[in-house]
């Protein structure tokens, strides 16, 4: 049997749309009834999701799966690297905890995550009538290329064509293109059928030549230019770079986030910056926490006691117990939990930073980081409003005391958080509550917000227009005839 088409959409360097075009596209294909399987080898990120299998993937592959119409599964993202540390990462393999590496040590071993990687790309492909891969980075960290399993490594060793996008939007997109096929290798461009435009803004015909230009440096036709789409903010972000976006909307409330260097799992935010009642403010280091603030959320983390301290040596403790004795509410999700209560002890460094260190001490719990990760799909009842919730759980550690007696949610047969005896201070482990609208609505109505938001609605909107977008700025039938160019070269890894 022939292998399945696929196509690799890799471009010159990070954050240039990689994801958002693999999810519009197939968005695109699977209206057009073709089964669709999003794939991304490698990934990096802090922002993952839990697919059906149980295991953690990439945000954005989940995005992408949701656009395709498909149960996210692990075999999606093989390989998620969670930064912990400037040099260190948790390495999940196949969605469950591979252990942490410095990150020379994974460059050393990447290689032997390769057939790991094909296997779940062959097992994806053989229900699919095409695949669409998703790069890292940028091919042109030719300091990375032994043992790649993100880019070209993958293509050549999946014979899977690849077309390269260059983002306009941070200029010197040119010399991008251009200098990326000069670095490359010859085997390494001739896997290039050609290249696109992303996040253009004005008059696209003012680009003729640049196109042209490009296709003569480097011999890659152009398959089009992708003007600036603003409905793709409205998709879950994956890289905490796309935090300024969901910060902009204006609102009578104010909602601060203090902004953590391990932060994780930051798209549970999404529906309240999507508020129009709400300001959704990001506190960025070496800011204050708004007095104005009516609640602050402490967001998950992907290193509890490192960015406890780092959020220490912004003074944002002092700002949280200030607001909490004007009579604000806090709430903490996931580490961010862990960080309200008395005590954190992570002695083997699980979660990061080993040791132990004083929470801020504004719920009576105390957390130890041991045992296996949590990673579940979840569905539960909000204690105070019996309203229902659902999302999941990404976690190490137990957290106990008196104030789990007054629990946050229930969740099966079980108790989940913990509330001050004033009500005023909680946290949970359940990442994703505020999608649903009835329970956002009702929380919101305690800080005087009344919510008008369908934010289910919405993103399946954001991703029908981002397809829309797509089908009128790129050349689809000259993308699927790239992808049927594996099939044509016998390729045997599906």
Known sequence: MPPTPALMIQATGSNAGKSTLVAGLARVLTRHGLRVAPFKPQNMSNNAAIAVDGGEIGRAQAVQARAARMPPSVHMNPVLLKPETDTGAQVIVRGRRAGTLRAAHYLDRKA??????????????????????????????INLRDGDIANMGFAIAAGVPVVLAGDIDRGGVIASLVGTHAVLARDERARIHGFLINKFRGEARL?????????????????????WLPQA??????????????????????????????????????????????????????????????????PGTKSTIGDLAFLRAQGWDIDIRA??????????????????????????????????????????????????????????????????????EIHLGRSEGPDCARPMLTIGDRHDGATSVDGRVQGTYLHGLFGRDDFRAAWLQQIGVASTLA????????????????????????????????RAAGVSAA
């Open 455 to 486: 934010y289910e609605q919405r993103v399946e909107a954001a991703l029908d227009a981002l397809a829309d977008h797509l089908e009128r700025h790129l050349d689809i039938s000259a993308l699927l005839a790239i992808a049927q160019r594996r």
């Open 112 to 141: 032997e995550l390769l057939p790991v990687v094909l296997d779940s790309f062959a097992h994806l492909a053989r229900d699919a009538d095409i695949v669409l891969v998703e790069g890292a980075g940028s091919p042109a960290e």
């Open 323 to 392: 607001h909490v004795r004007r009579g604000g509410h806090v709430l903490g999700l996931c580490g961010g939990y862990q960080m309200l209560g008395r005590t954190i002890s992570d002695p083997a460094g699980l979660d990061g930073t080993a040791g132990d260190i004083d929470g801020l001490g504004l719920l009576d719990i105390v957390t130890t980081m041991q045992g296996d990760k949590s990673t579940t799909l979840a569905c539960g009842i909000h204690r105070a409003t019996g309203l229902a919730v659902e999302g999941y």
């Open 207 to 227: 680009f003729d030549s640049g196109l042209t230009a490009i296709t003569q440096m480097t011999g890659w036709p152009a398959l089009g230019v992708v003007p």
């Open 233 to 298: 903010a409205w998709l879950p972000a994956e890289d905490a770079l796309d935090l300024d976006d969901r910060a902009a909307r204006v609102g009578a409330r104010v909602i601060a986030v203090p902004v953590l260097p391990r932060i994780a799992n930051f798209d549970d935010l999404d529906p309240l910056a999507m508020e129009p009642g709400v300001k959704l403010v990001f506190v960025r280091p070496g800011e204050p926490i708004p007095a104005a603030a009516d609640v602050i959320i402490i």
